[in-house]
């Protein structure tokens, strides 16, 4: 698994979004924003929308 400089790999962060994307799929939830920062680089994943019953996209 190769990491950038700040210690984020490409295949880390897939599996981030495929883990927050099944729980919007299951419908549990409308969606999501989530943060994730080490040594100086941050990462935002936004999926799914803002209400149950649709709308506009997270952001």
């Not at 999501?32 to 920062?37: C, G, I, P, R, T």
Request: proline fraction near 7%; charged fraction near 20%.
């Amino acid at each position: 698994m190769r990491t950038s400089d700040n210690g984020f790999s490409a295949s880390g962060l897939r599996r981030l979004h495929e883990v927050l994307a099944r729980h919007v799929d299951s419908g549990k939830i409308p969606g999501l924003v989530a943060l994730v920062s080490r040594g100086g680089e941050t990462h935002v994943e936004t999926i799914g929308s803002m209400p149950h019953a649709g709308g506009p996209p997270m952001s």
